[in-house]
């Protein structure tokens, strides 16, 4: 019923939903993120590009990088996303992984037995450290210089474990996912030199 109703609105609907698309391409920071969408019995895609006051949907066949790809368009601006690989095509430089999604990824390895459960925890409460860090600068209850250096520690601590996590002493799915992690582990840490994120 939704497919069908929007199906109808389309053509009402299709200038405002382009100059929507090309109002947040032009924007300094946006989100991306994609979720399974059936139109009837068929499986496509929906993909979502946002900033705080628009968002911007596109339904695809394809979860790969040719629908990420069309889904940001010009956009040269930090790009927030999870650490899917349909965004790889997109500068490291400009990219920020969403702390959000981490620490779920965290949460799930910290549930695990043994090392790989000492791993995920440690790396969950750098997680949570970075956010509590990050709400102190917001609420001012700590100064720039301060939630600078904090974060630099955390940095550190996060890549120590990171680390350890990818040296094969924990199971497969740990030391798998810490590895891929520590390749673009500085896509953690760009909000730190970019404010707008």
């Excluded at 993909?47 to 006051?53: G, M, Q, R, S, V």
């Excluded at 650490?83 to 095509?89: S, T, V």
């Amino acid at each position: 019923a939704i497919s069908e109703a929007q199906g109808k609105a389309i053509p009402w609907l299709r200038e405002t939903y382009q100059d929507i698309g090309q109002h947040i391409r032009t924007q300094s920071v946006a989100h991306a993120d994609e979720t399974r969408y059936f139109r009837g019995n068929e499986q496509r895609w929906l993909w979502l590009l946002a900033i705080p006051d628009a968002l911007y949907l596109m339904t695809h066949f394809s979860r790969g990088k040719a629908a990420a790809n069309e889904l940001l368009g010009p956009f040269g601006g930090v790009l927030v996303t999870d650490h899917y690989a349909g965004y790889n095509d997109y500068p490291q430089a400009q990219r920020q992984l969403c702390w959000a999604h981490l620490t779920r990824h965290f949460q799930a390895m910290s549930e695990r037995s043994g090392f790989s459960g000492k791993v995920g925890g440690r790396l969950l409460l750098a997680a949570n450290a970075v956010f509590r860090t990050r709400h102190r600068l917001a609420n001012r209850q700590i100064t720039q210089q301060c939630h600078d250096r904090r974060q630099g520690r955390l940095r550190a601590w996060f890549g120590y474990w990171l680390a350890l996590g990818a040296t094969g002493v924990a199971d497969k799915r740990t030391t798998r996912q810490c590895t891929h992690l520590q390749k673009d582990e500085m896509m953690c840490w760009t909000f730190l030199d970019d404010p707008r994120i």
